[in-house]
Structures are given as C-alpha cells and as structure tokens.
T-cell receptor
Framework: KQEVTQIPAALSVPEGENLVLNCSFT??????LQWFRQDPGKGLTSLLL?????REQTSGRLNASLDKSSGRSTLYIAASQPGDSATYLC??????????FGGGTRLMVKP | EAEVAQSPRYKITEKSQAVAFWCDPI?????LYWYRQILGQGPELLVQ????????DSQLPKDRFSAERLKGVDSTLKIQPAELGDSAMYLC?????????????FGPGTRLTVL
C-alpha cells in the first residue's frame, strides 16, 4: 500500500526566506505527483503537477522536483510572503489516477 | 473560470440522522472523486466515478455510506446513519478523464459536524 509522508509537519519562517517542503512515498510506481495548497476550512488548490517522466515543474516562485527512483519530491518556495501561509499537501497517483495524500505541512510566514 | 461546486458548505447533524452532500464537477469532466479529510490529516479517497460507473469504492464504508452519479454529471454522497466519527471535511474533485496525465480539481468541500 502506498504511503506518503511530509516533513516537517509544521514550519514557521520570517517573511522573505526561501524554504523547502519535503514529500516522500514508499512505492516508486507512481504516474504523477501533485502539490496542493489548502487554506483553513477551504478546499484544495492545485499548485503543480509533475508527470512521472519529468524532473521538475515551475510556477512563479514555486518549484517542485521529483526523484521517482528514490521516492522523494520537494517543493521550493522562493522569497516567502505572509500570503503563502497555508497547509501544503503532496499527493501521488496510481494508474487509475487515484491520489494518495501526505498529511501536509502547515506553513506560517511571519511579517 | 470553471469550478467544482459543492453544497452545502457546512452541515451539523445529530448522530443516527441521515445526511447528503452534492457535487457538480467541471463541465466536461468524466471522472469524479469523493474524498474525506479528517482534521489535521490529508484527504482519503472514498469513491471514484468514471461517467456514471463506479471505478473504485474499496474505501467507502458501505454499511452506512452510498454514492451515486446517475446521469454521469453531478453526484450525491449519503451517510445513513451518521456517527460521531464521520465528522470531517468531504471534498469532491473532478478530472477530464481517469488517465494518468489528468490533473484533479477540487471543490470547496462540505464540513460535517456530527453531535
């Protein structure tokens, strides 16, 4: 059974710092990996999707990398802002496009 | 911009009562998913539909939960009877198809509280 782990569970940084969120998965036979953002009490917003054949994806200040063979992904956030405060979730998909999620990293960016 | 719609946004019920949640996926999306997210955890898939057919419901507690997507468009998730442990956020998502390249888009969720 696929298991997804996110470290750290919570992170607090001052505004302007660059930061890295980590995601690991136990079964490397994935088809894609998605990073999501979730604000308190809200639904999920897709940030980046990396296909299994890709190594990274970039969107604005966000960069996600994927090392499928080692079962790891990182989400890099450059020049963090208070508006980046949220929970960040990673999820991996199987052949049927069913997602298995990690527990999330709660990020607080302090002004 | 096309979005996944869910209603109600919040539901408070007493245990042993019946509750129902509704989801309308993005127009043209063939695949629909229901997830349950317990506070502080990641979402877990309950059921996946391809058009009107169930693709996977292995994690759906079938003694009390049911889901349907009769015309292959909107979907309803029902719980009867509700239990205290069902308190969670229920999220609906859709994708163009169940192919592996398809990004999932999520609705705002329904927050269920069972008293």
């Amino acid at each position: 059974k696929q298991e997804v782990t996110q470290i750290p569970a919570a992170l607090s940084v001052p505004e302007g710092e660059n930061l890295v969120l980590n995601c690991s998965f136990t079964d490397s036979a994935i088809y894609n990996l998605q990073w999501f953002r979730q604000d308190p009490g809200k639904g999920l917003t897709s940030l980046l999707l990396i296909q299994s054949s890709q190594r990274e994806q970039t969107s604005g200040r966000l960069n996600a990398s994927l090392d499928k063979s080692s079962g790891r992904s990182t989400l890099y956030i450059a020049a963090s802002q208070p508006g980046d405060s949220a929970t960040y979730l990673c999820a991996v998909s199987n052949a049927g496009n069913m997602l298995t999620f990690g527990g999330g990293t709660r990020l607080m960016v302090k002004p | 911009e096309a979005e996944v719609a869910q209603s109600p946004r919040y539901k408070i019920t007493e245990k042993s009562q019946a509750v129902a949640f509704w989801c309308d996926p993005i127009s043209g999306h063939a695949t629909l998913y229901w997830y349950r997210q317990i506070l502080g955890q990641g979402p877990e898939l309950l059921v996946q539909f391809q058009d009107e057919s169930v693709v996977d419901d292995s994690q759906l507690p079938k003694d009390r939960f049911s889901a349907e997507r009769l015309k292959g468009v909107d979907s309803t998730l029902k719980i009867q009877p509700a239990e205290l442990g069902d308190s969670a956020m229920y999220l609906c998502a859709s994708s163009l198809d169940k192919g592996v390249a398809n990004e999932q888009f999520f609705g705002p969720g329904t927050r269920l509280t069972v008293l």
